[in-house]
């Protein structure tokens, strides 16, 4: 399951992501730009609960939306599936 929100006020960080994995954790994906791109900073968590409680105070996120997880192959961090390079 993977969730994400936009970010308001904040220079750098523009929107979040929280990914949410089968038995490796809870990764959270970092953009610096409004439009479906690659992250630019990832962190991890042990649960979706850590990760929105730090995401809400570090950055105060709106309108989450929740999203299926890519295609087999596809990269994370990316709201559409989108292949790796090469891939």
Same mark, same amino acid.
């Given at each position: 399951?993977?969730?994400?929100?936009?970010?308001?006020?904040?220079?750098?960080?523009?929107?979040?992501?929280?990914?949410?994995?089968?038995?490796?954790?809870?990764?959270?994906?970092?953009? @610096?730009?409004?439009?479906?791109? @690659?992250?630019?900073?990832?962190?991890?968590?042990?649960?979706?609960?850590?990760?929105?409680?730090?995401?809400?105070?570090?950055?105060?996120?709106?309108?989450?939306?929740?999203?299926? @997880?890519?295609?087999?192959?596809?990269?994370?961090?990316?709201?559409?599936?989108?292949?790796?390079?090469?891939?």
């Amino acid at each position: 399951m993977r969730t994400w929100a936009t970010v308001l006020g904040d220079p750098e960080v523009k929107r979040v992501m929280i990914h949410e994995t089968s038995g490796e954790g809870v990764f959270v994906y970092l953009y @610096d730009r409004d439009e479906d791109c @690659d992250c630019f900073a990832d962190l991890w968590f042990e649960t979706v609960s850590d990760a929105q409680e730090e995401m809400k105070s570090a950055y105060d996120p709106v309108s989450w939306i929740e999203i299926g @997880d890519p295609p087999p192959g596809c990269k994370h961090d990316r709201i559409a599936a989108t292949p790796p390079p090469g891939g």
